[in-house]
């Protein structure tokens, strides 16, 4: 149901939120319509060097589910168009090192995954911003353990710069739990703008 009401909405550049049980599939949705537009760019050769998705947790411990809805998905469509289309997903924290820090700078991430304490380092970075200019989506995982405190407001504030850098950012956020829905997405993209709210109970 997530992917059924979610999909078509984020692949029009629509801010949505989604809010449906563990296992749900609320991740995989929002990966998927960025999957096949960078595929698609892949495929036509104009994959640019640059970040496109940023995928924010507050949890360090994303390896599983990570693995589970975008890296796995990722390696079955490059066996499908029988070649790697150089899609790359890097995650950045406060545990990354010097080393994969430096490999990020050279070869950006098309797909990041990071915290919101990182991203701000990020967004303050004179040689990292620049990859970030061209950002096109953001998803915010757990929102609702970060719509309610003093990380939220931090992320709050990267997110505007993200939208002032990219001209347009289309917003994406996930919870198994969150309410009122109304509030939460006036959290995710402020008051002035259009939020699809999409709430699945099994």
């Known amino acids: 149901l997530p992917q059924l009401h979610g999909i078509l909405p984020i692949h029009s550049r629509k801010n949505v939120l989604i809010c449906a049980p563990t296992g749900a599939t609320k991740t995989l949705t929002a990966f998927l319509s960025v999957l096949n537009e960078l595929v698609d760019s892949a495929t036509k050769g104009i994959l640019e060097d640059r970040v496109y998705c940023i995928y924010v947790s507050p949890l360090k411990a994303l390896n599983e589910d990570i693995k589970i809805n975008l890296l796995d998905p990722l390696e079955q469509i490059n066996k499908?168009?029988?070649?790697?289309?150089?899609?790359?997903?890097?995650?950045?924290?406060?545990?990354?090192?010097?080393?994969?820090?430096?490999?990020?700078?050279?070869?950006?991430?098309?797909i990041l995954i990071t915290t919101p304490e990182s991203l701000a380092i990020l967004l303050a970075s004179i040689?990292?911003?620049?990859?970030?200019?061209?950002?096109?989506?953001?998803?915010?995982?757990?929102?609702?353990?970060?719509?309610?405190?003093?990380?939220?407001?931090?992320?709050?504030?990267?997110?505007?710069?993200?939208?002032?850098?990219?001209?347009?950012?289309?917003?994406?956020?996930?919870?198994?739990?969150?309410?009122?829905?109304?509030?939460?997405?006036?959290?995710?993209?402020?008051?002035?703008?259009?939020?699809?709210?999409?709430?699945?109970?099994?």
């Open 80 to 110: 499908l168009a029988d070649k790697d289309l150089g899609i790359r997903v890097h995650t950045r924290t406060g545990d990354t090192t010097a080393k994969e820090k430096a490999q990020m700078l050279k070869k950006p991430p098309h």
């Open 127 to 202: 040689k990292f911003s620049d990859h970030l200019k061209g950002c096109q989506w953001i998803i915010i995982d757990e929102i609702h353990s970060l719509a309610e405190n003093k990380r939220g407001v931090h992320l709050s504030l990267s997110m505007e710069r993200l939208e002032h850098a990219s001209g347009h950012l289309t917003r994406v956020g996930l919870s198994a739990t969150v309410a009122p829905l109304e509030e939460v997405a006036h959290f995710l993209v402020g008051v002035d703008r259009d939020c699809t709210l999409i709430n699945v109970q099994f």
